[in-house]
């Protein structure tokens, strides 16, 4: 018998860390592991003694005899990797134990952020002995786009917000969330309290897709419409026109396919879910029948998952279909993908079904205009060069994700990220290091990688702050934590700490438990401020 790890897999790593026998790959430092899809567990070498099971924290792990039918295809899927991946070294990562020195102040580190790059942050400086950690976040409510950014519909995957929940609420670790550094505090006020300060406020705009039309009603970022739909407080009072037959999404990566699964998928599979109350009412009355996914390259270099491609073909009502003449190159991808793709290519489309249609080699050329400024149509350049135009009034642009310029700090304007040497904020002119400023996260890297792949960007960032910090390379705080709280209050008088969050949270909860859904979210900063502040 042996473990298995399924599509759900966040890459967190947690399983690695507790496998006696090393059979879980690939570990941090291997090649593939910030590119990989998965973890994969290796059958031959599996013990099957569950630790990995108990570390998960999403519940993405399920032991072989246990797997659903529709399931059972990820032991073959597993033991595949091992194949051109096969295991050498079974022995486990040191333990990484950070000893103080004795002459020096206890740590104390500002994160900026609370996402996964944040928190994952935070868990590694609050277990160092004596080290503390102030958490400035924006929004009354923490967790970046583990809150605000995975499907609805994906429920296991946003179960990692429980494990960062843990971590915020360790006695080290201060939140101060609705606060906003750079207009309430500054940075440099920040170093006056800590020894160090870390930016981990993740990719907060949009990839461009540089066409005429982009801007025009009708034409959405993706990343908008998954803030809307999962009730991002920025996004609460967004609106999309649903009234087309036809909606159109360029890319190719999971958010793509995360957004033509909300748009095709019956609205009332939602009213289970924790989206938010205003997108499911406004999708039930959606008029969109076919979604299309036009992607620039071919299905050999499509970003989505073989899980994300796997869960469009099980969309009960929906078609998933591709046209067999753009496959061409789809058998150097993944077995298990050209499977989907070719099965989606020789499909009948059902009567009444709605449909996701996939389309590889179509470069977007133009948004076109209806005269009234609104979208009609958009017009694409084939691989041959001749054109097509599709007629649509929903264009939804899955570019990616790209990071600001924050407080000053140099910024890498090629890559969207914090200008850096392995977490260090650097000038990238003079290779000098900014003393004491950090960042980890996507504002480090750019937008790459799933939720776990943070969790290694963060330990090496700490690892870069920890030198610092034992070499004398940090200045001193100079002011006590009581002092910090102190000006933060008096610049943000409606600061929430971390029992009026869990105020939030516990009556998000309640109202989810009433409609029998995971939780009910507030969508609005005034509806979250005035529970966290009510009397008590």
Not at 292 to 321: K, N
Not at 366 to 389: C, K, L
Not at 486 to 495: F, K, M
Request: proline content about 6%.
């Amino acid at each position: 018998m042996t473990h298995v790890i399924t599509h759900d897999c966040c890459n967190d790593g947690s399983c690695i860390t507790v496998c006696p026998v090393q059979c879980i790959r690939p570990r941090p430092g291997d090649a593939d592991f910030t590119t990989a899809e998965q973890l994969y567990v290796d059958p031959e070498s599996c013990i099957d003694c569950g630790a990995c099971l108990d570390a998960c924290p999403i519940d993405a792990v399920q032991a072989d005899y246990l797997l659903p039918a529709d399931l059972s295809h990820l032991l073959e899927l597993n033991a595949e990797y091992f194949v051109d991946h096969p295991i050498t070294d079974n022995m486990p990562e040191p333990d990484v134990y950070r000893k103080p020195p004795a002459d020096r102040e206890p740590l104390r580190v500002a994160v900026i952020g609370s996402g996964p790059a944040a928190c994952y942050l935070a868990d590694e400086i609050s277990q160092i002995r004596g080290a503390s950690v102030s958490l400035f976040e924006r929004l009354p409510v923490p967790f970046g786009l583990a809150r605000a950014g995975v499907a609805p519909d994906h429920p296991s995957t946003k179960r990692i917000v429980e494990r960062f929940r843990d971590v915020l609420l360790r006695p080290h670790v201060e939140c101060f969330f609705n606060v906003e550094v750079g207009a309430h505090v500054s940075v440099d006020e920040l170093l006056r309290y800590h020894h160090a300060v870390v930016i981990a406020t993740g990719a907060t705009s949009d990839g461009r897709i540089h066409v005429p039309g982009e801007t025009l009603a009708g034409s959405h970022s993706a990343r908008e419409l998954v803030g809307w739909y999962n009730g991002s407080p920025d996004h609460a009072d967004d609106t999309y026109d649903f009234d087309t037959a036809r909606a159109v999404v360029i890319g190719n990566g999971n958010v793509a396919l995360d957004v033509a699964r909300v748009l095709a998928r019956d609205p009332e599979h939602f009213t289970r879910t924790d989206m938010a109350d205003h997108a499911i009412e406004a999708l039930r009355h959606s008029a969109v029948r076919e979604v299309v996914v036009a992607a620039r390259r071919g299905p050999a270099h499509a970003a989505y998952s073989t899980g994300e491609l796997r869960a469009l073909a099980r969309i009960e009502g929906v078609d998933l279909l591709v046209s067999p003449d753009e496959l061409t190159g789809s058998e150097e991808t993944a077995l298990w993908r050209h499977d989907v793709l070719r099965a989606a290519s020789d499909r009948t489309p059902s009567e009444g079904n709605r449909r996701i249609v996939l389309r590889y080699g179509l470069t977007p050329t133009s948004i076109d205009d209806d005269g009234n400024g609104r979208v009609r149509s958009i017009t694409f350049s084939r691989a041959d060069g001749s054109p097509e135009t599709l007629e649509t009034g929903l264009v939804l642009r899955a570019a990616g994700y790209r990071g600001l310029p924050f407080s000053g700090l140099p910024y890498d304007e090629g890559r969207g990220t914090v200008a850096n040497e392995r977490g260090r904020v650097t000038d990238p002119e003079t290779g000098t290091a900014h003393a004491g400023v950090y960042c980890s996260g996507w504002i480090k890297r750019g937008p790459s990688g799933g939720i776990g792949t943070n969790k290694v960007d963060s330990a090496e960032t700490t690892e870069a702050l920890w030198a610092d910090y034992v070499a004398g390379r940090l200045h001193e705080p100079q002011g006590d934590q009581a002092e910090l709280a102190a000006l933060v209050a008096e610049r943000q008088p409606a600061t929430v700490d971390k029992d009026a969050w869990l105020r939030i949270d516990a009556a998000e909860r309640s109202r989810g438990r009433a409609a029998d859904r995971p939780r009910v979210t507030f969508v609005r900063v005034s509806e979250m401020l005035a529970t966290a502040h009510a009397p008590r």
